[in-house]
């Protein structure tokens, strides 16, 4: 810590330093290190390249970097208030994908060492929807990718963590979060929330229903937000950044290479060809490309290379799809919806190499 506060021994700062170096979001809150070459503090975590050790400075909260004449990168985002997930969120979120019934909240609770209300509170506003819900939406997107990819129907309900196929036909039907008459008819009826979100990557528009996300997009702020509207011309709008500030939270840290983010539930219409190519795509990790022939190869479909390119560039939900992860099989970026530099720029935040393509 600097030499102003209480905390200040070596001992301390080799351990910030090392954090620092990890990049260690558990760290996340308990300090912050500034620059002297820029004049910038962060939080451990941010993603930008790690200064040289003599240039840095320590302190245990915001106030003290700027009295000290520093200001908040904007990568890192240090003087937003929540600081990062606690870990603690993304122990549970891993707990809830796993396969059976979604787990009680008493013991979410104890896995954790938390109480109850507190685990509800935290996640919900952390994540945007409540545990509960969250293993709920799992479970359904589980079983809406196995349907599509296996034969075996009874397997993949209960793969997907159901008691039995009447309770997961039951829970399904709403819950896949495609309805394409509804989206036929332009949306009539539906209110549809919207959020802008600066990102050092450009401007983001957010867009959810009741049910989930219709759309994240990159692009100028006029005019996504008139896209959007004629794209559900019958749809109520509204803009509002609080209640969807869980949402924004996942997708900008989407935009910083954060890995293991929750997936946030979609209220997207789709051909059963796209919700196949789409599934493929999140399973793409993270800091790794694959080409369209690839994807084409992981649906089962290796002749389909153009329809499968067709599907990533009608994807509605950037980056929680992540279209960006798909290449050409040279390598070269080909297309993107929301521009080239985007893709180029998302990638590069992610550390993905050109070449870094799985092999088949
Ligand atoms: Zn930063």
């Not at 896209?227 to 996942?250: C, G, I, K, M, Y």
């Amino acid at each position: 810590m600097n030499s102003n506060t209480q905390t200040s021994s070596g001992a301390d700062e080799e351990e910030c330093w090392r954090a620092v170096l990890e990049r260690s979001r558990s760290h996340d809150g308990m300090f912050f290190y500034a620059v002297r070459t820029t004049g910038v503090y962060c939080r451990p975590s941010c993603p930008s390249r790690r200064p040289l050790r003599n240039n840095v400075e320590f302190f245990s909260d915001p106030q003290q970097a700027r009295e000290a004449g520093y200001r908040a990168c904007r990568r890192c985002a240090p003087d937003s208030s929540d600081g990062g997930s606690p870990p603690w969120v993304l122990t549970l979120c891993r707990r809830l994908e796993q396969p059976g019934s979604v787990p009680p909240l008493s013991e979410l609770a104890q896995l954790v060492g938390l109480s109850p209300s507190h685990v509800q509170r935290i996640f919900t506003r952390e994540v945007g929807v409540s545990p509960h819900q969250y293993g709920k939406a799992r479970r359904l997107e589980n079983l809406r990718a196995e349907l599509k990819n296996g034969p075996d129907v009874t397997s993949a309900v209960f793969d997907a963590g159901f008691n039995s196929n009447s309770v997961a036909y039951a829970q399904a039907k709403p819950g896949l979060g495609m309805t394409p008459r509804r989206w036929r008819d332009g949306g009539r009826g539906e209110e549809i929330v919207y959020s802008i979100l600066a990102s050092d990557i450009g401007s983001i528009l957010i867009a959810a229903t009741k049910a989930g996300l219709v759309t994240v997009r990159f692009g100028e702020e006029a005019q996504m937000i008139s896209d959007v509207r004629d794209e559900f011309p019958l749809a109520n709008f509204r803009r509002d950044d609080e209640l969807l500030a869980p949402q924004s939270r996942t997708v900008l840290a989407g935009t910083l290479g954060v890995a293991n983010l929750p997936q946030l539930p979609l209220d997207i219409a789709a051909t059963t060809f796209q919700a196949r190519v789409w599934s493929a795509l999140q399973v793409i990790p993270l800091g790794e490309t694959r080409s369209y022939a690839d994807v084409a190869m992981m649906i089962g479909e290796p002749r389909a290379i153009r329809a499968v390119a067709r599907a990533c560039a009608s994807n509605p939900v950037a980056l929680v799809i992540p279209c960006h992860r798909v290449v050409r099989s040279d390598g070269s970026l080909a297309g993107y919806r929301w521009g080239l530099e985007t893709k180029e720029a998302l990638l590069e935040v992610e550390g993905a190499r050109p070449h870094q393509r799985a092999n088949h």
